[in-house]
């Protein structure tokens, strides 16, 4: 069933557990995480980011929220990382409950403004906006640790930066890294503290991929709410593809069993649910 993203990570909060956000790109990945979470019987989001919208178009983004709709569980649609207020106010036309409002690019008063801007388009469609609070680095960036350091969350900026913009979640910069790095800095927990005793809306992690289960987990003890997973599942899905192609050779023949395009889905389908299975039973401190 189709519900509101701040409905499923309140809930999330109450029970002090974290729900799983998950990228999607395809209809094929979309029904990897969905039909987990419904064998599991937990909840889940399903994101949009901008390039998945950019190829796919309104085709997908309907199709994503005609797979929520059907879900036998409660299933949220998110736009994921988005610097376009046209591209918002579209996604919320469509059906979105919630997007990403990324400013954290900005200036801190140019975030604030851009936050508050997109808070009062999401107004408009009774959604709700999430809001990034300190540069999340990613491995396309090539930033230091050091870099990254420098741009964590500050807690009594976050404090303000809430209550301003009227972002009814934060994304916060604690560590953690888009992508995968050889050698993760490690989370600032201490930070985090710092930031929940500040900060009265759920807190979002990103770049959870590839991070210690133990970390996760614990940051989600402290009061993460909800947990965002792209590369790892976009990775699990393309490798099956590749063992696909090494398997069947450059010249696969559709006659054979194994060879046909659904066999090729069905397989990346497969290995897709392993990751995310897992990341939902982490979410589920389990």
């Known amino acids: 069933m189709l519900v509101k993203t701040i409905e499923v990570v309140q809930e999330a909060r109450h029970r002090g557990v974290a729900i799983g956000a998950f990228n999607t790109y395809n209809l094929e990945l979309t029904r990897a995480i ?8 937990q909840p889940i989001i399903l994101q949009l980011g901008v ?7 309104e085709p997908l983004a309907l199709a994503t929220l005609a797979a929520a709709r059907i879900a036998r569980v409660p299933v949220a649609v998110h736009l994921d990382h988005c610097s376009n207020m046209s591209l918002i106010e579209q996604c919320f036309d469509w059906g979105f409950s919630s997007a990403l409002a990324d400013g954290s690019h900005l200036p801190y008063a140019e975030n604030m403004a851009f936050t508050r801007q997109a808070v009062e388009v999401a107004t408009r469609f009774d959604g709700t906006i999430e809001a990034e609070l300190g540069y999340l680095a990613g491995t396309e960036d090539g930033v230091t ?9 500050d807690p009594m900026q976050a404090h303000e930066f809430v209550v301003e913009s009227g972002a009814a979640l934060l994304a916060v910069s604690i560590g953690n890294v888009h992508g995968y790095i050889p050698n993760p800095p490690p989370l600032d927990f201490e930070r985090l503290a710092q930031v929940l005793t500040q900060v009265k809306v759920p807190l979002v992690l990103h770049g959870a991929s590839g991070m210690v ?6 940051a989600i ?5 909800k947990l965002n997973i792209n590369t790892e599942v976009r990775t699990a ?8 192609g090494v398997r069947v050779g450059g010249n696969p023949d559709p006659r054979k069993k194994g060879h046909d395009l659904l066999d090729l889905m069905q397989e990346a389908i497969a290995s897709t649910q392993e990751v995310v299975e897992s990341t939902i039973q982490t979410c589920s401190l389990l």
Request: hydrophobic share 50%; net charge negative.
């Open 34 to 41: 969905v039909e987990t979470a419904e064998a599991l019987s």
């Open 213 to 218: 289960k133990e970390d996760i987990q614990r």
């Open 51 to 57: 390039s998945a919208i950019k190829a796919g178009g």
């Open 221 to 225: 003890s402290m009061g993460i709410a």
């Open 145 to 153: 640790v050091e870099e990254v350091e420098s741009s964590l969350t």
């Open 237 to 244: 899905f393309l490798k099956a593809i590749a063992a696909w």
